[in-house]
């Protein structure tokens, strides 16, 4: 099982800051297999990210994914008040398909 | 627009089977570039991927789970549903499906439901 360690736990930003997200994997995902998703209090999470840099459907352009092997970022370009959540990221490479074990990012 | 919506019993018994079911509306299941997973959620911690089927009714189990889970899909209702055996304290969790996108080597989740809370507890 890919194991995916997430960095840090809690990310403490203010509106209009950048906010750089990690996500490591316990081996290389083959093909960039690796997705992202936010979660608020009482919601399910939203798919903003998949195959390490595509943006789902809908999502604004300050939300921007990179990354390959081992090694993947989420990058919030200026942070809007909406966005202060929880991110999760997941790898689809192999199954079973496993979810780091997310960062909160709060408002400072 | 595609919706899920969960449904089934918010208190199981320890021992006991769970049974949830997953009604896509606005949407078919029988698409043929997606899955239907179920995820859940334990109270204050993260995300487990419990398992997905295609409409043909190939299933796709997380080992850890395997030998108590079982999905199936129901095509003239639309709907899909988890079956978890022999549940314990541990299984008490938020469930929620989700549409699972299977193409181009994409197997992320796009569209999940709302979440259905669930509690083992005698």
């Known amino acids: 099982e890919i194991v995916l360690t997430q960095s840090p736990g809690t990310l403490s930003l203010s509106p209009g800051e950048r906010a750089t997200l990690s996500c490591r994997a316990s081996?290389?995902?083959?093909?960039?297999?690796l997705a992202w998703y936010q979660q608020k209090p009482g919601q399910a999470p939203r798919l903003l990210v998949y195959?390490?840099?595509s943006r789902a459907t809908g999502i604004p352009d300050r939300f921007s994914g990179s990354g390959s092997g081992t090694d993947f970022t989420l990058t919030i370009g200026r942070l809007e008040p909406e966005d202060f959540a929880v991110y999760y990221c997941?790898?689809?490479?192999?199954?079973?398909?496993?979810f780091g074990q997310g960062t909160k990012v709060e408002i400072k | 627009q595609l919706q899920l919506q969960e449904s089934g019993p918010g208190l199981v018994k320890p021992s006991e089977t769970l049974s949830l079911t997953c009604t896509v509306s606005?949407?078919?299941?029988?698409?043929?570039?997606?899955?239907w997973g179920w995820i859940r959620q334990p109270p204050g911690k993260g995300l487990e991927w419990i398992g997905s089927?295609?409409?043909?009714?190939?299933?796709y189990y997380n080992p850890s789970l395997k030998s108590r889970v079982t999905i199936s899909v129901d095509t003239s209702k639309n709907q899909f549903s988890l079956k978890l055996s022999s549940v314990t304290a541990a299984d008490t969790a938020i469930y929620y499906c989700?549409?699972?996108?299977?193409?181009?080597?994409?197997?992320?989740?796009?569209?999940w439901g709302q979440g259905t809370m669930v509690t083992v507890s005698s």
């Open positions: 081996q290389s995902l083959s093909s960039s297999y």
């Open positions: 195959g390490a840099f």
């Open positions: 997941q790898q689809y490479g192999t199954s079973p398909w496993t």
């Open positions: 089927i295609y409409y043909s009714g190939d299933t």
């Open positions: 989700a549409r699972q996108i299977a193409v181009a080597d994409t197997y992320a989740f796009d569209i």
């Open positions: 606005g949407g078919s299941v029988t698409y043929s570039s997606y899955y």
